[in-house]
Structure formats: structure tokens, C-alpha cells
């Protein structure tokens, strides 16, 4: 029979709850070895209670929390109570004879709220299990041990400046760590500690809202609001927190432009151009960024024709320029008002308007020294062609704005007149041609006339920025009639001799240079005569008709000459004359050119009479210079040439070819230039020449095996050369010291008389054995010499 479980809870303080768990547990009779049928239990024998124990409670002893007991201990100490779970042994202990449990140390409810743990009666002697085991929990009773705290702070909210009261600003929030779900440990109320009267917040939900209406950013644009968050429902005893809300008042356009002045006086020299600063304006608009945009405007036309107004960069200041050239001799000043308006407008601010001001401007104009001033910007004048020098062409003139009575000399730059075609009067200004002018050369003439001031004192003479101006003038030419027309080119044609009577042969045109000329009548006329080989009928535009008569051109070698008269029709008339060279060709049935007489051919186109004759006398001077150069040549051939009979047979060559002087005997072969009969046979294979590289060359031509002719050795001579790749490409002159067979006499030459070295000389032939012919060479070299002193 199940015994009833007792359950004895101890709560400190007098605090006290009982639950119960109720579950079935038919396994546990059967266990038990019980006779009989199995009972079905209504109820476990644990009746079971949570435990609750104060958070933060601390003491110098373990605290007893509960104690646990079941009807099968009957006191005689052989059930033993064990506990296990979260905690069990280390913050909750068990006493294993009386089941007291007692917690060790101090809990926390915000570290961990509940503990879940198992308890078991068990036979001390064999640990077994007298009743089954139960869960049972111990919950961490909450107290109000934690403050509020704002996680999200400090705070910054912005708000415009001119709300309407109850704007909300922001809403802040805190947090409370203790158990909202016990008492009132966490259940907050807001309140301002300080930013009143500007601001106030919601208790419960903690909504900033503003307090007070028109709150001006001008006047304060910051506030530094203070929230404090307190639990126990903010009765006396409960904890709180605090956080700062920074509240900034953001701008709207609430505040109309002012001008801090009334007047603003500026000055500008004179010369000032457009575009040039006069000065700088400002409207006072405490509002900020695009609420204090600026726009300037001027009120009054006198001011708005000579400045103009506009905005800088940043939209704040107004800038005053000048639009047109000043004069101070015209107008000192100029006043005027300028207003200032916002560009952007509020329109739930405009009963703060209107927003604009409005402020007065006088600008003085300096006055300052000027160049003198002509009375027009650009003259053009014109005078005819062919005048005079001195022709007066006009006037230029200048004034001085600074003083009338100042004078003012004029000059023309050199640059814009390199011809000097005009000269200008220093004093007055007048323009006069220098040269006679010729519109055919040229039309316009473009000057460039300088008016200076002359200085009048000695300090405007030692002033080196001396005051000048210029202007511009254009000079025409006009024409006159005085060019004759004339053909427009010279005309050179030909007719067939097939034509038939009143053929067109040639247009011709003809062209004045005058400009007038250009534009008016030009007439052309031919012969007068009725028998007139040829017909010229003016066209009456500028042009006539060569023609052929009714009756043909009378048979001719010659090319016609068709005399042309022009005239043209101005005032006065200009004539000219002019001639039209016509040949007689013969003509193929197509009517091109076969052939024209030989006059024709030989007759250069085009020209003159006088051209003929200058071309044949200089070909007759050409001719007679040639055939006297060739009688001279001639000449001189005749004077070198020797007489048969004093032909000694000696063959006499120079050449300009400079050697290695006396000691080079090396540098030709005299011994090749012997007699070949006499001379020694060339060792085999290539000879080596000393007097130029080494170069590889073609094989030498072998001496003829026996006598020869002079001509004979000549060619193979002139052959080697020629076939020798080593020689230079200049011909070589050589001497050659053989005279032939066949002489008498044997050989003149000195060039073997001493070939023996120390040898001595021969016996003297005497020369008057040598006959007639060289008596005069024995009279030379044959008389003895006078005896020695």
C-alpha cells in the first residue's frame, strides 16, 4: 500500500506557495512484488511542490529552502534522499538523512531565473529505489535590484524651429532588467528632469514632443534635454536611469532680408570697362543655407542702363558691375536703388514678410585722363586716279574729352603705308596723296591715322604714357579712262584652204582694265577695204567675228596679218590696234590640220618682226664663233705637226703623272720598254707591281715568242692594261723607249747607254758619218769641249 508523501516547505521570510504535480505510475505497484491484482494509483506518491528562493540573498550560512520527505522513511534512518540537476551539489545541497535543502550561495535572477533539479529516496544499505525519482523546479524570486538603462543613448533629435506645440522630437526607451512579470520591478515612468519648459515626454511611452510654440533657431538652436526612466512605477523606493537628448532646431525661412544700410556710395574711374567691380552688397539674413538665398535687382532705369547687378557663388552678396562705358564728362554720377529678395519663400511664414529690402546707391564716376576721341569710328574716303601729288583725299579729326582746348597731332603709322602713298597734315588732319595713284595696282589703300595729345606742361612731357588713339581710315581709288581696250590674248589661227566664203574663222574678245571700261561698250573693226582678204563684224558685246569675205582669200605662202582696231566708248575714248596672225593650212575632210606652208611652219607663233631678226642674229653670231673656233683648232694642229724632212723619228709623250722621283726606279718595268728583241723573257706566272695594291688580276698577255712590231706590242700592251683589274681607272701615260726595226742609226735613247753599272763607255761613233740629216745634231753635240781652266 503506497504510503502518503509529506511534503514540508520552509519559506524564509514567511513567504510561502504550494502547487501540486499529480501523474499515474502503474509500473511502480508491480515493483513492489504486491499480491493480487494491479491497483491503479490515482496519484503519485510524490506530491510535489515548486521551491522559490529570493534572488541577492546572502547570508554566513547555507539557507534552508525546503525539506523533502516520504512516508516510507519512518525515522530509523535507512532512507537516503539524493538530488541531481541544475545546480545540485555546487548552489543547491541536500541533506541525505533529513532531505533539508539549503542553497550555498547568493543567485541572480537576471543570470539565471530557474534551476530544474531531480530528487530520490533510495535504501541506504542497497541503494535501492524506495520511491520513484521527480523532477521538481526552484524559481529565483525577483527584487527590484536593477536601474533602468537607456541602451540607446545619449540621443540627438532634430526639430524646425516655429513648431506648433506637441511636435514630437523622439522617442527614447529603457530597459529594465528585473522581472516584469513580478510586481512592479520593471515597470517605468518617464519624466523631464531638465529641458522644461521647452520640452516635455510621454510617461509611459517615453515620446519627446515640444512644450512650447515658436521656438526661434535664431535665438537658441540648441537644447540639451535630460529623461529619466524610474520602475516601481515611479514611487518612492524604485530605481532609475537618465539620458541626454540633444535637441537641435533645424532652420526655416522665417526671417525677411535686411539691408544694414540705408545708402552704399561707390566710385568707378571713367575708364572702367564692362564688367568692372564696382562694389559689393549684403542683405543680413539670419536664416541659413537655401532659406538666405539672395536675389539683387535694380528698381530705378537710370541705374540699369549703365550697371548691373547679379549674385556671387554662394548666393549672398550682390555685385555691381559696369554694363556700359562711363564718361565722366557726360555724367558724374548715378543713383539708384537696388533691392534684395529670398529666393525661396516659406508660404506658411508670409505673414513674417514681406521678404525683401530695398536700399539706396550712388556711384561716382572718377574722371581720368583720355585718349582724344575722333568723331567717327572709321572713315572712308576716295580720290581719283592719276592726280597730282598733293591731291587733297579728305580729313580725319579729334578731339580731346578732357580738355577742348588741348591740341592734337596727327601721324600716319609707317607700317600701314610702306609705299608712302599719302602724307597727313600734323596739325589738322588733312590726307593728301604723295605719288600718283594707279587703280589698275591697287584700289583700297588701308591706313592707319594716330591722334597723340601734345603736352602743354613740363610735367606732361616728362609723363612717358603719352595719350594716343587711333582710327581706321579707307582710301579708295577711283577709276579713270585710261587704259585703251585690247585683245584678250594673242591670237594666232588658221583657215582651210578648202573654207567656203563668209566661214567663221575666229572668235575674238577683247577687255579693258578700267573699271568703267570693263562695264561700257567695247567695239572692234577690221579693214576698211572692200578687198579685204578678211571680214571682222563686231558682236557689239565685246567680242567680234573673224570671218572669210564672199569671195575666196587670194593663193598666199605667207600667213595673213588682219589688223584689228578697238576702241572703247568713255570720256574720252581710248583706241588700240592690234593684229591677227591668219595661215592657210591644208586641212583633212574632218577639217583638222594636215599641213600649212613651209612659211607657216618656220614662222614662230606669235611673233614679232622684231623677235625674228633678234633670233637669227644671235644664230649667226653662234655660227661664226664656231667656225672660227674650228680655224684655230686647225691652226694649231698645222704648227705642231713636224716637217717630213727634219722627222728624226723620236717619239716625244708627256704626261703630268708624278713619280717617286729619282730613286724610284721600281715602280714601272723600264726593262719591258726596251727593245723586246733585246729584253730578258718574263719569269712565269703574274708579275707583282709595286706602285699599287695587290689585288688579284686577270693573266698578263705573253711577250710574242720572237720579233715583233712596234704595233703589235703596242696592242698587247694596251690589252693587258685594259684586261688588269689592279690598275687604276685613269689612263696611265708610259714612255716607251723602243723606235722600231729598220733604222740605221740604231736607237737615240739614253735610257740603255748606261744600263752596264761601271762599265766603261764604248767607242764615240763619230757623227759626221751619219749623213746630211744630222749635221745639225753633229754640230750640236759633236764640237769639243774648250780645254779646262
Known amino acids: 500500500m503506497w504510503g502518503l508523501v509529506r511534503v514540508l516547505l520552509t519559506w524564509l521570510g514567511g513567504w510561502s506557495c504550494v502547487g501540486r504535480l499529480a501523474a499515474p505510475a502503474r509500473a511502480w505497484a508491480g515493483s513492489r512484488g504486491a499480491p493480487g491484482p494491479a491497483l491503479l494509483r490515482t496519484r503519485r506518491s510524490w506530491v510535489w511542490n515548486q521551491f522559490f528562493v ?25 532512507t537516503k534522499y539524493l538530488l541531481t540537476g541544475e545546480g545540485a551539489g555546487t548552489v543547491f545541497v541536500i541533506d541525505e538523512a533529513t532531505g533539508n535543502i539549503h542553497v550555498t550561495k547568493s543567485l541572480d535572477r537576471e543570470e539565471k531565473a530557474q534551476y530544474v533539479l531531480l530528487a530520490q529516496a533510495v535504501d541506504r544499505a542497497s541503494n535501492r529505489p524506495l520511491e520513484p525519482p521527480s523532477e521538481f523546479i526552484i524559481k529565483v524570486q525577483d527584487i527590484n535590484d536593477n536601474p533602468p538603462i537607456f541602451p540607446l543613448g545619449p540621443y540627438h533629435a532634430t526639430v524646425p524651429e516655429m513648431s506648433n506645440v506637441g511636435t514630437s522630437v523622439i522617442q527614447v526607451t529603457a530597459h529594465d532588467a528585473d522581472d516584469p512579470s513580478y510586481g512592479n520591478s520593471a515597470k517605468l515612468v518617464y519624466t523631464v528632469l531638465d529641458g522644461l519648459p521647452f520640452f516635455s515626454v510621454d510617461p509611459q511611452t517615453g515620446v519627446v514632443r515640444t512644450a512650447i510654440p515658436n521656438m526661434d533657431r535664431e535665438t537658441q538652436e540648441e537644447f540639451l534635454v535630460v529623461i529619466q526612466a524610474k520602475d516601481m512605477g515611479g514611487h518612492m523606493g524604485g530605481l532609475s536611469g537618465s539620458t541626454t537628448v540633444t535637441v537641435t532646431l533645424s532652420d526655416v525661412n522665417d526671417n525677411p532680408p535686411k539691408f544694414p544700410q540705408s545708402l552704399y556710395q561707390f566710385s568707378v574711374v571713367e575708364t572702367a570697362g564692362p564688367g568692372t567691380l564696382v562694389g559689393r552688397l549684403r542683405a543680413q539674413d539670419p536664416d541659413l543655407g537655401d532659406n538666405a538665398l539672395m536675389a539683387y535687382s535694380i528698381l530705378d532705369g537710370e541705374g540699369s542702363e549703365a550697371f548691373s547687378i547679379s549674385t556671387d557663388a554662394q548666393g549672398r552678396d550682390g555685385l555691381l558691375t559696369v554694363r556700359k562705358p562711363l564718361d565722366f564728362e557726360t555724367r558724374h554720377s548715378y543713383s539708384f536703388r537696388v533691392e534684395a529678395t529670398n529666393t525661396l519663400i516659406d508660404p506658411a511664414y508670409l505673414r513674417r514678410g514681406p521678404f525683401k529690402d530695398v536700399a539706396s546707391v550712388r556711384v561716382a564716376v572718377q574722371d581720368a585722363p583720355e585718349p582724344p576721341a575722333f568723331t567717327q569710328a572709321a572713315y572712308i574716303l576716295a580720290v581719283p586716279e592719276n592726280k597730282s601729288p598733293g591731291t587733297l583725299v579728305g580729313q580725319v579729326s579729334a578731339a580731346d574729352l578732357d580738355s577742348q582746348a588741348s591740341p592734337i597731332r596727327y601721324s600716319i ?20 596723296t604723295a605719288v600718283p595713284l594707279d587703280r589698275e595696282a591697287r584700289v583700297w589703300h588701308n591706313l592707319t591715322v594716330l591722334a597723340t595729345e601734345v603736352a602743354l606742361s613740363v610735367h606732361q612731357m616728362d609723363d612717358s604714357s603719352a595719350q594716343a588713339s587711333q582710327v581706321q581710315v579707307a582710301i579708295q581709288t577711283l577709276d579713270e579712262n585710261d587704259n585703251a581696250p585690247q585683245l584678250a590674248e594673242p591670237y594666232d589661227t588658221f583657215v582651210c584652204e578648202s573654207a567656203a566664203p563668209g566661214q567663221l574663222i575666229q572668235v575674238l574678245r577683247a577687255l579693258d582694265r578700267d573699271e568703267v571700261g570693263n562695264n561700257s561698250r567695247i567695239s572692234l573693226q577690221g579693214p576698211l577695204d572692200p578687198d579685204a582678204n578678211f571680214t571682222v563684224r563686231d558682236n557689239r558685246d565685246g567680242s567680234a567675228s573673224l570671218l572669210l569675205p564672199s569671195r575666196p582669200a587670194p593663193p598666199r605662202q605667207a600667213p595673213y596679218l588682219v589688223p584689228i582696231e578697238l576702241w572703247d566708248w568713255g570720256q574720252p575714248a581710248l583706241r588700240s590696234t592690234a593684229t591677227v596672225t591668219v595661215s592657210v593650212c591644208r586641212c583633212r575632210p574632218d577639217g583638222s590640220v594636215a599641213s600649212c606652208r613651209p612659211e607657216a611652219q618656220l614662222s614662230p607663233a606669235g611673233l614679232s618682226t622684231g ?65 723586246p728583241d733585246g729584253a730578258a723573257p718574263p719569269a712565269p706566272g703574274p708579275t707583282a707591281r709595286r706602285d699599287v695594291l695587290p689585288w688579284a688580276r686577270a693573266p698578263r698577255q705573253p711577250w710574242p715568242p720572237g720579233p715583233a712590231d712596234v704595233a703589235q706590242l703596242l696592242a698587247l700592251r694596251l690589252r693587258g692594261a685594259d684586261d688588269d683589274p689592279s690598275v687604276p681607272p685613269y689612263d696611265s701615260v708610259q714612255v716607251y723607249g723602243y723606235e722600231g726595226r729598220g733604222s740605221s742609226c740604231g736607237s737615240l735613247s739614253s735610257l740603255g747607254s748606261g744600263s752596264e753599272i761601271g762599265g766603261a763607255p764604248g767607242p764615240a761613233e763619230p757623227l759626221d758619218d751619219w749623213g746630211p740629216l744630222f749635221r745639225t745634231l753633229a754640230e750640236l753635240y759633236g764640237a769639243k769641249e774648250p780645254p779646262a781652266p
Open 413 to 432: 603709322l609707317p607700317d600701314t603705308d610702306p609705299e608712302h602713298c599719302f602724307s597727313i597734315e600734323p596739325e589738322d588732319g588733312t590726307i593728301h
Open 54 to 78: 529570493i534572488e541577492e540573498y546572502a547570508g554566513p550560512e547555507p539557507v534552508l529552502i525546503g525539506k523533502l520527505h516520504s512516508d516510507v522513511d519512518r525515522g530509523e534512518g535507512r
Open 611 to 675: 623677235a625674228l631678226l633678234a633670233i637669227i642674229t644671235c644664230a649667226g653670231t653662234l655660227l661664226a664663233l664656231v667656225v672660227l673656233f674650228v680655224a684655230l683648232r686647225r691652226q694649231k694642229q698645222e704648227a705642231l705637226m713636224v716637217l717630213e724632212e727634219e722627222d728624226v723619228r723620236e717619239n716625244i709623250i708627256t704626261y703630268d703623272d708624278e713619280g717617286g722621283g729619282e730613286e724610284d726606279t721600281e715602280a714601272f718595268d723600264i726593262s719591258a720598254l726596251q727593245n
